[in-house]
Nanobody, 118 residues
Framework: QVQLVESGGGLVQAGGSLRLSCAASGSTFSINVMGWYRQAPGKQRELAATIDRIGSSNYADSVQGRFTISRDNAKNTVYLQMNSLKPEDTAVYYC????????????WGQGTQVTVSS
């Protein structure tokens, strides 16, 4: 099992920045990819960014160039630096840890609210 605890959400004005953190514990050796997903009111959960164990990252077009995902394997922590925030970035942000293979599984954090005011 893997447990994920997020922190760093909050209220910020448009153009501002926030940094989200997600600390993983438990069977962290089994995690292949970590990432951040977000869900705005009335919308489906969508990918924001992912990063694998060697640091290769992937971003949604909507956040490319504004968000940066990073990972500290020694601390089992993934970060999402969000700059130039827009009101449309308002959502609950969920940390995800994915284990691939025959026993593949997705783990989710409890979510952290990010609100960007115009």
């Amino acid at each position: 099992q893997v447990q994920l605890v997020e922190s760093g959400g909050g209220l910020v004005q448009a153009g501002g920045s926030l940094r989200l953190s997600c600390a993983a514990s438990g069977s962290t050796f089994s995690i292949n990819v970590m990432g951040w997903y977000r869900q705005a009111p009335g919308k489906q959960r969508e990918l924001a960014a992912t990063i694998d164990r060697i640091g290769s990252s992937n971003y949604a077009d909507s956040v490319q160039g504004r968000f940066t995902i990073s990972r500290d394997n020694a601390k089992n922590t993934v970060y999402l630096q969000m700059n130039s925030l827009k009101p449309e970035d308002t959502a609950v942000y969920y940390c995800n840890a994915a284990r691939y293979g025959i026993n593949g599984k997705d783990y989710w954090g409890q979510g952290t609210q990010v609100t960007v005011s115009s």
